[in-house]
């Protein structure tokens, strides 16, 4: 009876040892596979599942809601609002003392506000996101009640609107796709569209302008969506946005497509060759390069629409 029960107790120790060193070896393996992954994501670009900066900065702004007032996180959303207006105002009719004052003061409060919405967004907490929504809309209502309606620009401002709610309702449906993030990238242009049409301009060729300029963002960042190591997104989107930036610049003003000609050769050289993903430690650096772009191209665009 003894032996047969420490034979039956050799036999379960030997079981559980064997099934130790086989899991054991299963851990080693996988834990070697992975850092065979990241090593070939880390030198060739590869696809890897480690978060961006900018995604981290978004799932930080989700776990704890950003204060308001607050600048944003990231420079390139202030940088498209502030270039976004420079557009609109090379379209005043009249560059004043206090049309310049009242266009900063506006774009200040959606600058303090734009983390905290775009938190609010991307966690779908509705109500905070109609509070600040609110609370940006309500400078817009006193000076439509003080100006008139008739001294508004009024198609600006309904496009500014419309562009809104459409980018808005698309990234509430799906806040981690890369569609709804590249379709959310035109919000903060529309920042120097709805001030200059409440506060100055009556002329139509704003529209057209602003358009080209906001096309280009909306490209930039559906080709920053293309490069990332971590997405597979198609690198001809880029191309199709900008196709249509091309198309209303040609209508409007043809001398405008100079300013689009590095975009051209760079986003269609990335999808012809299939885009050459970023290294992560290189993100921040490749934040900056693009935001000197648009900056640039910027310059281009209100030079072009001054001598055409």
């Known amino acids: ?33 992975g850092k065979m992954l ?18 981290h900065g978004r799932r930080h ?15 390139s959303a202030a940088g498209i609002m502030v270039l976004g207006l420079l557009v609109a105002l090379s379209k005043a009719q ?7 004052a009242g266009s900063v ?71 981690r796709s890369p569609d709804a993030y590249v379709a959310g990238s035109v919000i903060p242009a529309l920042a120097g569209l709805a001030i200059i049409s409440v506060l100055d301009s009556h002329e139509p060729s704003l529209l057209p302008l602003w358009s080209v300029f906001a096309l280009h963002v909306v490209a930039r960042t559906a080709y920053t969506e293309s490069r990332l190591p971590f997405r597979d997104y198609s690198p001809w989107i880029s191309v199709a946005v900008l196709g249509a930036a ?26 012809v060759r299939g885009p050459y993903k970023l290294q992560i430690n290189r993100l921040k650096q490749y934040g900056r390069r693009e935001l000197l772009a648009q900056t640039v191209f910027t310059a281009l665009l209100i030079v072009a629409d001054g001598i055409g």
């Open 1 to 33: 009876m003894c032996t047969e029960k420490h034979g039956r107790e050799d036999s379960a120790s030997s079981s559980t040892n064997s099934g130790s060193r086989v899991l054991l070896v299963y851990f080693q393996q996988s834990i070697e596979k």
């Open 38 to 55: 990241v090593g070939r994501g880390t030198r060739h670009g590869g696809a890897m599942q480690r978060p961006s900066s900018a995604q």
């Open 61 to 75: 702004a989700a776990a704890a809601p950003a204060k308001c007032p607050a600048l944003p996180r990231e420079p």
């Open 94 to 100: 009249i560059l004043s003392t206090g049309l310049v």
């Open 105 to 175: 003061a506006l774009l200040l409060l959606h600058l303090l506000c734009f983390d905290a919405g775009f938190a609010a967004a991307r966690g779908r907490r509705l109500r905070r996101l109609a509070m600040l929504a609110l609370l940006n809309s309500v400078p817009y209502a006193l000076i439509l009640w003080l100006r008139g309606v008739t001294e508004v620009f009024v198609p600006g401002l309904l496009l500014a609107i419309a562009v809104f709610a459409l980018a808005t309702t698309a990234y509430l449906l799906d806040p």
């Open 246 to 271: 091309i198309v209303v610049a040609a209508i409007y003003k043809p001398l405008l497509l100079v300013a689009l000609i590095e975009p051209v050769v760079t986003m269609t050289r990335n999808a």
